[in-house]
């Protein structure tokens, strides 16, 4: 794998990550980058990839890093309220979002002048970890879709696969031994020239995320060498939380019943 040059200067929270957790990631895992040069090398896009792990934005960011780009995040405004965690995020130009109110809409504001300023934004349009039991990708959210409709800005899709050896989905004690293995594989950019140009009516964009979401789990069918459900997993319709774990709410239940 070809690293590239970043395409601008590094800010000092940037130093400090990259210095202190590529070494670490480069020790804890070994990984295979495929096609991250269709990441373009300068320019507003978007990074869309599948969530199967907590520590996904430290790995995506490791690759979308290698290939020559400063990662911007649509982070979950709780990690903010840290008076140094939210320092150190705010200096990376990393953007707020609270998820499920009507102030996300500040984070769509935010992403689209980023966009505009020619930055990189990592979005994983699912939302959250993905509540498929087999880790496919589940239904995505319209956050990704929105943001391409109203800058025109080119989409990445992602498949990646491994992250959840090292960090299973909610749980909180990394697996480092034995060493783990992280594929990523980038495609080409999804094809929304036609929504682009069309009126952004809410049908639309569901078109545009169902083609993001598709574009992802192709690619996350290539590194995994398998296929897919047919029907990606809807969280509404299956009655499950949109954020959060989605075991809390069946560990209370338990509890209540041996407390009976």
Known sequence: M????LERKRGWAFVVAAGILKPTLLTATSRTWIDGE?????????????HISHVDPLLSAHFVYDHGRLPRYLAKSSLFSNTY??????????????RLTRNAIGAYDAAVRAI????????YPEGTLTRDPDLWPMKGKTGAAR?????????????????????????????LVPRKHVTM?????????????APHTPEATAVATDRIMAAITGLVEDVRGGTAPAVRLDPRQRGLREIGNPHDDEDHTRKRKRSR
């Open 2 to 5: 070809r690293v590239r040059k």
């Open 38 to 50: 269709k990441i373009p090398a300068s320019g507003g896009c978007i990074v869309a990839l599948n």
């Open 85 to 98: 965690l939210g320092g150190f995020l705010t200096s990376a130009g990393q953007i707020p979002v609270e």
């Open 116 to 123: 505009g300023e020619g930055e990189c934004i990592v979005i």
């Open 147 to 175: 943001i391409a409709l109203a800058t025109g800005c080119p989409v990445i899709p992602v498949g990646q696969w491994g992250a959840q050896e090292i960090l299973p989905p909610y749980t909180k004690t990394p697996h």
């Open 185 to 197: 594989k980038a495609g080409d950019p999804v094809d929304l020239a036609d929504l682009v140009a």
